[in-house]
Each structure stands twice: as C-alpha cells, then as structure tokens.
C-alpha cells in the first residue's frame, strides 16, 4: 500500500518548508528504500528556483540517496530488505532505445525519468526526490553501497562522484595520462580524487591558490592559480584531457591551448551563457570539447566498487533539514568544503 512520509519541499521558488508526500506502494519489480542520508547538488538548487525550465510545485528534490532496503517487489532479485543502496540523478528509462541498450540510460532517447520533477511512468506522478524519509524505485535503477563506504558519504558519490568518474573513464584516464581538473569545489574534489586513484598525473585549475594545501592533501599532483598570467603558458599542450566542472563563464580558449595534441576539454559544468570559442583553438592540435552528463546504472556501479575497494570518499559537511535554505545560500557563495549531506533522521 501507499505511504505517507515526511519531507522537505518547495512550495514555491523562495520557500521550501517541511511537507508530507506520498509514496506509492511497491509493485513487483520496486524496491523500497528507508532514506538515511541524501546530498545537496546544485541542481537541487537551479530546480527549486525553477531556473531550468518549468518546476511542478511542490516539489521534493535530492538525487544524492543513500539507505536501507526495507521492502522489496516478488520479482525483485537484485536486492534484499537491509542492504545499503543509493539512487542518482534518474529512476527510469525507456530501456528500449540504443542508448538504454547500451547502458548508457542516462541519454535515453526518450529522456531519462529523473528522480524529481520528471513524470513517473508506473504511476503518472511527478518524480519526487531524496529530501524525505523514504523513496520506492524500480531495481534496474537501484545502485549497491558497498559495505566499506559509509551511507553519508555515499550519498554525494550519486551524481558528484559519477558526473566525474564518467568522463574519466570514457576518455580514459590512467597511468601515463596527464588529467586537469578546473575548479575544486563538490565536483572538482571528486575528480581529483578518483583521477588519482585511476593513476593519472592530476593537476587542479582554480582561480586562487587558497585551497592549494588542501588540493595536494586530497592527491592533486599539483594546484596552479589561474590569476596567474603565466599560468596559461607555462602549461602549454601538457594535458591529455581537462574536466570543467564549474558553472560560470571561463575563456576556454586558454584550457583548450593547455592540451596536447588530440586532448579532450570537457564541460560538466553548466553556466547559464552560451559557450564561446574559435574554430581555431580546436584546429590547431585537433583538440575537442565534449559535454558529459552523470553516467548509466552499470558505469555507476563500477565507480562504487571502485570507491568501496580504494576508499575514495567526499569531503561532506551533514546538516539537519531545517538548515537546508542555509546550506543553499552558503552553496552560492561557494562557502562548503565540500559538499553538504542531509541527516534525513531529523526531519
């Protein structure tokens, strides 16, 4: 049967409040999960705001869950009840089209069903995400925690572990591969860590050298300030592949000059301007820029395996539900070292 459980929503672009929303009951293929924790993305903010496209209030967001099996469909083979699982950025996917066979769910071409704000195919609904006490999702899209990764810190690895980890993998970063990472905020302290950990010289672009200590702490190879009118020169054709994981506008012109010949520059991030560059900056050394979103259910699940035999975990700041306006605020401002972790036991 349904359920009613407690949440924090958006009833509106300026409020979010605590709320009760209702989850349906699991058919024979779902899996319930009691939430424990659930991360704070950016994304979270931009939906509630309705800043990327049209928000149905309310609405819970949170793609970054982590919990407990507590229920589980006849059919459901994947998973029993007190397993520690996560759900990311979608609970759904045509599953027919190339990409889905292709274990690429994330491009469906239908459009992947997210986990808030998308319409629910099993029951018409609208989506409602990790900011709440439980969530029922079809086990194709359940994710196993391995036992050595702690729930908090395996909820971030949901969409800021996999939106770094899928781009790693795909332009194959490793021994002998020279990596940069601009920007050392949520996502950026996660490439660096799993760049590291997959064997790649790393080095992080941020705009200051104030996170420098911390950076070359958490296994960068080397931090340069790109204040720094030099900087650009000096690192001139080093890199075989560069992730841009922040979301304002940068001159990419100058990170495109920094690869070697047939290196890859690739946007995670997502400013809200066009992006601008010449012709001539991608001609010269036959360089590409390349856009990445998160990764499918199979690559997820090994860059938790990963996570579980390296240790490779976030840097997390847990907070309780009444203090997520604040972490939004403190998020803007980029005042969070590194990411901000829900205690879903206090709503």
Excluded at 132 to 147: N, R, T
Aim: hydrophobic letters at 35%.
């Amino acid at each position: 049967m349904s359920k009613e459980v407690k949440a924090w929503g958006a009833t509106s672009p300026e409020k979010t409040e605590p709320i009760t929303i209702t989850r349906r009951a699991p058919d024979d293929q779902d899996v319930g999960i009691d939430i424990k924790f659930s991360g704070i993305c950016h994304s979270d903010i931009h939906t509630v705001r309705s800043e990327w496209g049209k928000t149905t209030y309310p609405l819970v967001v949170g793609h970054e869950i982590a919990g407990i099996v507590s229920a589980v469909g006849k059919n459901v083979t994947k998973f029993k009840i007190g397993d520690h699982v996560g759900v990311g950025c979608m609970v759904n996917s045509c599953r027919q089209c190339e990409n889905c066979r292709d274990g690429e769910e994330q491009y469906c071409f239908s459009g992947a069903v997210l986990t808030y704000n998308s319409k629910d195919p099993k029951d018409g609904t609208i989506t409602q995400g990790g900011y709440s006490q439980h969530v029922v999702v079809d086990q194709a899209f359940v994710l196993k925690v391995p036992e050595s990764i702690p729930l908090d810190k395996a909820a971030p690895l949901m969409c800021a572990g996999i939106t770094l980890y899928s781009p790693l993998n795909h332009w194959k970063a490793g021994p002998g591969k020279r990596v940069g990472i601009i920007g050392f905020g949520g996502l950026g302290h996660m490439g660096v860590k799993l760049a590291k950990a997959l064997g790649s010289e790393v080095t992080v672009f941020s705009q200051t050298n104030s996170k420098k200590e911390l950076g070359l702490r958490l296994g960068a190879d080397d931090y340069v300030a790109t204040s720094d009118p030099d900087v650009f020169s000096k690192l001139s054709r080093k890199f075989d592949l560069i992730i841009n994981t922040v979301s304002a506008s940068i001159p990419l012109e100058l990170y495109l000059s920094c690869l070697r010949r047939d290196g890859s520059l690739v946007q995670v991030g997502a400013p809200e301007k066009p992006l601008l560059i010449s012709p001539f900056s991608l001609d010269a050394q036959r360089v590409g820029l390349h856009g990445s979103m998160i990764g499918g259910i199979a690559e997820t699940q090994k860059m938790l395996d990963l996570c579980g035999e390296k240790l490779i975990f976030p840097e997390i700041e847990i907070i309780p539900a009444s203090y997520i306006d604040e972490a939004y605020e403190r998020v803007l401002r980029s005042q969070v070292k590194f990411r901000f972790v829900i205690d879903i036991s206090t709503m």
